[in-house]
């Protein structure tokens, strides 16, 4: 009787669809990490984890058919590599650190989960990626808002008066999670319409003046027009319309005395961050720390080059952030091995894709292998757990004729 229940709910649409829009809100959209630390730390994200794998173990009561398919998967074998690479590290070098382990595995485990849940529901992630399309723009005008209410959604604490960063607290993570969105979901609005999306995705980028996220876009777009998701003559006359409106903002700003430096207190929050942007990149501050970090980071695989340092060598070190290179990261803890871990998650998730899918996959492998330079929490960050499922069940659904492809599907959405 009660498996005949949950085969009955296994065939209802609606519930897959919240099962996605639960995934979504809380993962991709870092809700379970913004309730931890914005409103309650009782709300700790594991809780949330741990109900997703509950209900996609319930899941998968109700879909014995796919239940097991995700185990042949290149990001399944993935995760087992990772799994063992940090048992091992953990096991036999001292200094390695429990809290990371610890994350690490919980990491894994967010993204297995992920995994088989996007391939569960494999029928349905065409409507997951029009539910992805909303919350980028919910994410665009939340970023929008920020620049004049900085404390609106994020305690003083751990607010950047300087960036806008929506729900997900880092701005860096705010626009990062923007591409990720306007990765998956460009495809599912008519052409005619995408070079206007990608430049509404451009502006909340901006505001979160991400120096890396905004060389991120112009790569992604790149690929975009590479590929024909969008085409090179609106891309270039959109780039020098908003080249020559902001130059023209900031001639009138610098004449009229606003970007005066001097004056910097009695200026608004807004203008602030504006001032604070144009004399970072003058002042190269931020770069210098960037390098200063990469060279301590180097200098510490050196010492250890063929086993690394031990598991979380750089997150406790005598410097206020890690690499922020996600191969040097892991080089570090790992050694040698660690500089094929990251590229091999990315070909992991893209091998074998097909139609649109791999159109996805081109533009997510460029994307990551770029962002990779100048981010370490790839592998760390929710929405980044969730696009790399999510993209490894897109390849996967698209090598069976069992499952509808991306192209039928969104044919069969548009019709």
Request: glycine share 6%; hydrophobic share 55%.
């Amino acid at each position: 009787m009660m498996s005949d229940v949950i085969h009955r709910l296994g065939r209802n649409i609606c519930i897959k669809r919240a099962l996605l829009i639960f995934a979504l809100v809380f993962f991709y959209c870092d809700l379970a990490i913004y309730l931890s630390l914005a409103i309650s730390a009782r709300l700790e994200p594991q809780y949330w984890l741990g109900l997703l794998m509950l209900l996609t173990i319930i899941w998968s009561v109700a879909t014995p058919r796919l239940r097991y398919s995700f185990f042949n998967t290149p990001l399944f074998i993935w995760c087992v590599l990772f799994i063992g690479i940090n048992l091992a590290s953990y096991f036999l070098i001292s200094a390695s650190h429990i809290e990371q382990f610890k994350g690490r595995i919980r990491d894994a485990a967010l993204l297995l989960t992920l995994l088989s849940l996007f391939i569960m529901l494999a029928d349905q992630l065409i409507y997951l990626r029009k539910f992805i399309l909303l919350a980028v723009v919910c994410g665009v005008i939340i970023n929008i808002i920020s620049i004049f209410h900085c404390d609106y959604l994020i305690p003083a604490q751990y607010g950047d008066a300087c960036r806008s960063a929506g729900l997900y607290i880092n701005p860096n993570d705010s626009a990062i999670a923007l591409l990720f969105g306007m990765i998956f979901s460009i495809g599912t609005i008519p052409k005619a319409w995408r070079i206007v999306f990608a430049f509404c995705v451009m502006i909340g980028v901006v505001v979160t003046f991400s120096r890396e996220a905004i060389a991120g876009w112009l790569a992604i777009t790149f690929m975009f027009c590479i590929l024909g998701v969008i085409e090179w003559r609106k891309l270039l006359l959109w780039l020098a319309v908003s080249t020559v409106s902001t130059v023209l903002l900031l001639v009138v700003a610098i004449k009229t005395g606003i970007l005066n430096a001097a004056a910097v207190s009695s200026y608004t929050v807004q203008l602030r961050r504006l001032v604070w942007f144009v004399h970072g990149l003058r002042s190269g501050a931020s770069v210098d720390i960037r390098l200063k970090l990469l060279a301590k980071g180097w200098e510490m695989f050196l010492k250890h080059p063929w086993i690394g340092n031990g598991i979380g060598s750089t997150d406790h070190w005598n410097l206020p952030y890690s690499t922020h290179n996600i191969y040097l990261y892991y080089m570090d803890d790992f050694g040698l091995a660690g500089l094929l871990l990251f590229p091999m998650l990315v070909w992991s998730v893209v091998y074998g894709s097909r139609g649109a899918a791999r159109t996805i996959g081109w533009c997510m492998a460029v994307f990551l292998l770029l962002i990779g330079l100048f981010n370490h929490d790839l592998v760390h960050s929710y929405y980044s757990l969730f696009s790399l499922a999510l993209m490894a069940a897109m390849t996967r659904s698209s090598q069976h004729a069992s499952v509808p492809s991306a192209d039928a599907q969104m044919a069969r959405l548009q019709s």
